[in-house]
């Protein structure tokens, strides 16, 4: 078994308590430890979700319901839906984003590139500020799980003057 060469200050006060809490070591700093971050899970169909305006550019009836983290800031997640026989106009993001589609089929075509057909539990990576679009071919809604590295934003290409 591998054991890693060095621990990084979080991990190493993190060993520091557990061992204080054995009663091997004592220190003053594990008062002084975060307490850890609770695990949370959300169901898309969950009606206590709260379901945020989407920029204006984006189809009437879309929505964003922010999971995990702060939309103006890095690493948020957000379901991300809009409505059945909708389209999504071409526009960018500073922030790479991770997506899953949680329901519906979407179509998105990223710029120079074939259109790809999502379908529940499909995965698609969209590079920083690839300019894409979609479409929701279902009757149902579109949702998507997505996971922004950076700051969430969308821009659409015609503000660029396209």
């Not at 004592?26 to 609770?38: D, F, I, K, L, Y």
């Not at 948020?76 to 106009?89: E, R, Y």
Request: proline share 11%.
């Amino acid at each position: 078994m591998r054991y890693p060469t060095q621990i990084g200050r979080p991990h190493l006060a993190a060993l520091h308590c557990s061992l204080f809490l054995l009663g091997l070591a004592g220190s003053a700093a594990c008062a002084q430890a975060p307490a850890p971050e609770p695990a949370l899970t959300h169901d898309a169909l969950d009606p206590a979700l709260e379901w945020g305006a989407c920029p204006p550019f984006l189809p009437k009836g879309c929505g964003i319901a922010v999971l995990h983290g702060d939309p103006s800031k890095d690493n948020a997640d957000v379901f991300f839906k809009v409505p059945g026989k909708s389209t999504i106009p071409l526009h960018w993001h500073t922030s790479a984003e991770r997506m899953v589609l949680v329901a519906g089929e979407l179509h998105v075509t990223y710029d120079s590139q074939r259109t790809a057909v999502l379908r529940p539990g499909s995965y698609a990576y969209g590079p920083a500020k690839r300019p894409h679009s979609g479409y929701c071919a279902s009757s149902d809604p579109c949702v998507l799980f997505i996971a922004f590295e950076s700051p969430l934003d969308a821009v659409p290409v015609a503000s660029m003057g396209k």
